[in-house]
């Protein structure tokens, strides 16, 4: 059984702050790491990925990838009241499949 | 370009009807994927395609649950006599691309919040 682990929150931080989401798994197969913001009511739209050990960044968002750790996170710079959303961890092992946690809710404050 | 659309956007059925839901994928796209997500919790994966090939079907909850993707594009998630406990969203989801190493960005479709009453 494939999991993820990710604290369902919610985490509230102030406008401006730096905003860090954590995700465990348990599958080392594992290869691709990708996080997806799904706001209420809307499906999840992708915000970055990850393939390899160390930090990627891509304007606000820095995802970072420990896979001795099988840990993933995703750190927010900056971050604004439109950031108010569930984030999603997905990693993946095998023809693309996403094996999702159940997300994080993060409420930024203005 | 166009994105990943589904239909019907909402349905609701009475227990033990059948629904069919419908998924056309960003063209070109080799890979197509159903995910089943339930209130409160992520997608969870159902089945999955490469071009007309079902390549894992594992994620299907019992044998009510049917899907075919038969000239590789368009993709129709069939339920047969539903249930109370299929009430979801069904989200469908295309990558340009599938490895069994390494995994391509899906993009999603806006879903098809199904009601069983």
């Known amino acids: 059984q494939k999991e993820v682990e990710q604290n369902s929150g919610p985490l509230s931080v102030p406008e401006g702050a730096i905003a860090s989401l954590n995700c465990t798994y348990s599958d080392r197969g594992s290869q691709s790491f990708f996080w997806y913001r799904q706001y209420s009511g809307k499906s999840p739209e992708l915000i970055m990925f990850?393939?390899?050990?160390g930090d990627k960044e891509d304007g606000r968002f820095t995802a970072q990838l420990n896979k001795a750790s099988q840990y993933v996170s995703l750190l927010i710079r900056d971050s604004q009241p439109s950031d108010s959303a569930t984030y999603l961890c997905?990693?993946?092992?095998?023809?693309?499949?996403?094996?999702f946690g159940k997300g994080t809710m993060l409420l930024v404050s203005p | 370009g166009a994105g990943v659309s589904q239909s019907p956007r909402y349905k609701v059925a009475k227990r033990g009807q059948d629904v069919a839901l419908r998924c056309d994928p960003i063209s070109g796209h080799v890979s197509l994927f159903w995910y089943q997500q339930a209130l409160g919790q992520g997608p969870e994966f159902l089945t999955y395609?490469?071009?007309?090939?079902?390549?894992?079907k594992s994620g299907l909850p019992s044998d009510r649950f049917f899907a075919e993707r038969p000239e590789g594009s368009v993709s129709t998630l069939k339920i047969q006599r539903t249930q109370q406990e299929d009430s979801a969203v069904y989200l469908c989801a295309s990558s340009l691309a599938g490895d069994r190493e390494v995994a391509y960005e899906q993009y999603f479709g806006p879903g098809t919040r199904l009601t069983v009453t």
């Open positions: 395609f490469q071009n007309e090939a079902q390549l894992d």
């Open positions: 990850i393939y390899s050990n």
């Open positions: 997905a990693p993946s092992s095998g023809y693309s499949t996403l094996t």
